[in-house]
């Protein structure tokens, strides 16, 4: 069951997620479209402050952003000149039946009451219309990755990811599943930084808060991968879900 705390906290740190949370590969989008000719009207489900709104409109298409956050719609229309995102959520999206070629959702989905999101979708979409929510994982496979996320508590990893969410119910042609990698340059601070802007951290207690800082402050000063160095590669592994409508 989706924590509901959780889900609504990222309002409080919507400029720092904007400004940390990282971009999308341009080729995972085009992935996610393929086949969807330009320009298509899609909807993106959950976006937050625009990250993947701005990657898709990039490459030619008209984009519905819909956010249930008021402060996170605030940053977007901010971040995103232009582009007004509606209120609603995955599972009450305020368009008529039948209007949109592609249903996305970028770092979302896991969000989402599934089973009548997956209706909402289909609902949405034109026959053969695409839906691909995609995920921005860090690559744990880097040992000084995999000890941040141990002590940032994330969970959001590759293995979760593959084995949770490929299945979109009946309305659903069967899923494909696609891997890219990427990277981001940030320094030490800028990489806490962006740790505070996930829901762990955001619904912590204080004294849960700086225990995450201080060990990453360790992290980075102790780790031989870190140690003394002004930024440093996060790397990423995405994955884009993606399947038509019946």
Do not use: C
């Not at 999206?93 to 979302?108: E, K, M, N, R, Y």
């Not at 696609?178 to 740790?195: G, I, N, Q």
């Amino acid at each position: 069951m989706t924590d509901p705390t959780a889900a609504l906290s990222f309002g409080a740190a919507a400029r720092e997620y904007d400004r940390f949370r990282p971009r999308y590969p341009e080729a995972a989008v085009r992935w996610a479209l393929a086949g969807v000719e330009a320009p298509a009207r899609v909807v993106d489900l959950g976006a937050g402050t625009g990250i993947l709104t701005r990657g898709v409109l990039a490459l030619g298409h008209e984009v519905v952003p819909v956010e249930p956050d008021a402060a996170m719609r605030a940053q977007l229309e901010v971040a995103t000149p232009g582009t007004t995102a509606l209120a609603g959520s995955a599972e009450a999206v305020p368009l008529p039946d039948g209007t949109v070629d592609a249903v996305l959702a970028g770092q979302a989905y896991h969000w989402f009451d599934r089973e009548r999101a997956h209706a909402e979708i289909a609902r949405l979409l034109r026959p053969g219309g695409t839906f691909a929510p995609i995920w921005n994982t860090r690559d744990e496979r880097v040992d000084w990755v995999a000890e941040l996320s141990r002590i940032a508590h994330l969970g959001d990893n590759a293995g979760s990811v593959v084995e949770k969410y490929g299945d979109f119910g009946s309305a659903f042609e069967p899923t494909e599943l696609r891997e890219f990698a990427h990277t981001t340059t940030l320094t030490p601070d800028e990489v806490v930084a962006m740790l505070h802007t996930r829901s762990y951290w955001l619904t912590a207690p204080a004294d849960e808060q700086d225990r995450i800082d201080r060990e990453l402050g360790e992290l980075f000063t102790s780790h031989p991968e870190l140690a003394g160095r002004e930024s440093v590669e996060l790397p990423y592994r995405t994955f884009v879900f993606r399947a038509r409508r019946r």
